[in-house]
């Protein structure tokens, strides 16, 4: 790097090496690994053999001899780019077929296919709501919600995670026309469940949208994996004009890219004035033609997401055994996201190291992802773990909760 034309004195850019310092001090500091799917759960992190479970790869489809194949055959029909915005010419047939595929599939009128989730969402919620309107945000939504409502420059009204009724005053207390309500279904975090129901109740008695964000859901929850909504029977004839539906594709069904859905008119909406849809370029119809591999999987495979039923079973029946004694607390959950906080971040960074040592995966999160003092595992299952999988993990927990006594 060349230096300075002009000597200004001290620069803020001197204080970044203490500042980088002041994180690794706080066991803040986070680390990339190199890391290459094997076979089943396995990764290779670093050029070591590991058991993982931090995947969102929640039924191992990313390694799907199916998937594999229809995004090789999209690469060779449609070429590895697609060139340009979907308003110019990135709008493949694939993309298209995908697009009434995934509304089918969630029992919704249309759907809109984006090239990743975190620009959907911070893009979709200044699409909906704007100065002077307001928007009500769960204390525990995901960052890329967090920072789409913060580019709205809507008025914010954070209520506390799941309180219903503190979002219902706060609803009440609004005095603007346009309302938004904005939550994840599944909280990628904890692992637990939004009152959907209740959700939709609220935003028909106060005139609001909600934008429900079923990244963690998608594939998981309800009958063949179709989602939250189906899961709670509010599609079909039963969908509501009031519900944006966003899920991701990189999850769940093992590829990458997201979708937003809803109806009709809404989804024209959003197709007219969400910029990351109409000033970026297009997902690849190689990566469509994976994702509709992966649709025609969950409907032709149940045995996966049973499997992955099991495994959720089998882990949270162990874990009392397996933790006992410690302060650590095993949150609920049905899902395959499953949280183990363990308090503070050098506590979590020693049990992540003691499963590391036994040749499992599960990587520490700390803030500012979660909130002080509740760093955590966030254990991620997957059809991919056989039951002997599960029973390892409870056996790495086991021995990282005798660790400190034993020492």
């Known amino acids: 790097m060349t230096s300075d034309t002009h000597d200004l004195g001290p620069s803020w850019l ?29 990764l290779r992190v670093d050029g070591r ?6 995947s969102n790869d929640y039924l191992g489809l990313s390694q799907h001899p199916a998937l594999r194949e229809a995004a090789i055959a999209g690469a060779r029909r449609y070429g590895v780019g697609s060139g340009g915005s979907p308003m110019v010419s990135g709008h493949s047939e694939a993309n298209a077929a995908l697009e009434r595929e995934l509304a089918e599939f969630v029992g919704l009128e249309r759907a809109l296919y984006f090239y990743a989730g975190y620009a959907t969402n911070a893009s979709i919620v200044p699409a909906l709501v704007g100065p002077g309107d307001a928007l009500f945000s769960d204390a525990l939504n995901h960052a890329c919600l967090i920072d789409g409502a913060r580019l709205s420059k809507a008025t914010i009204h954070r209520f506390e995670h799941a309180d219903l009724a503190q979002l219902d005053a706060l609803m009440q207390a609004s005095p603007a026309r346009r309302k938004l309500v904005i939550s994840d279904a599944v909280f990628s975090m904890d692992g637990d469940v939004a009152d959907i129901p209740a959700l939709i109740a609220l935003c028909e008695q106060h005139d609001a949208l909600l934008l429900l964000d079923d990244a963690h859901g998608f594939g998981v929850c309800g009958p063949q994996g179709r ?55 297009a997902a690849p119809a190689m990566l469509a033609e994976g994702v509709r591999a992966a649709l025609r999987v969950f409907r032709d495979e149940p045995a996966r997401l049973a499997q992955l039923q099991r495994n959720i079973a ?64 966030r254990i991620a299952l997957s059809a991919a773990h056989a039951e002997d999988d599960i029973d390892a993990l409870l056996r790495g927990l086991a021995q990282a909760a005798r660790g400190p006594r034993d020492a």
Request: net charge positive; glycine share 8%.
């Open 14 to 42: 001197d204080e970044i090496p203490q500042r980088l310092a002041a994180l690794d001090a706080a066991h803040l500091t986070r680390r990339r690994r190199e890391a290459r799917p094997e076979d089943g759960a396995w």
């Open 49 to 54: 053999r590991m058991l993982a479970f931090c």
């Open 227 to 281: 989602g939250s909504l189906a899961a709670v029977g509010r599609t079909g004839a039963r969908a509501s004009r009031r519900v944006v539906y966003m899920a991701t594709l990189g999850k769940a069904a093992g590829v990458a890219g997201a979708f937003v859905a809803g109806s009709q008119v809404l989804v024209e909406w959003l197709l007219q004035k969400t910029r990351s849809y109409t000033f970026a370029t």
């Open 314 to 377: 089998r882990f949270r029946a162990g874990m009392p055994a397996a933790i006992e004694g410690t302060p650590w607390t095993l949150l609920p959950s049905e899902t395959a996201v499953q949280a183990l906080v363990i308090g503070a971040n050098d506590d979590a960074l020693r049990v992540m190291q003691s499963l590391a040592d036994a040749g499992l995966w599960v990587p520490a999160i700390r803030p500012p992802t979660v909130a002080e003092g509740s760093a955590r595992l």
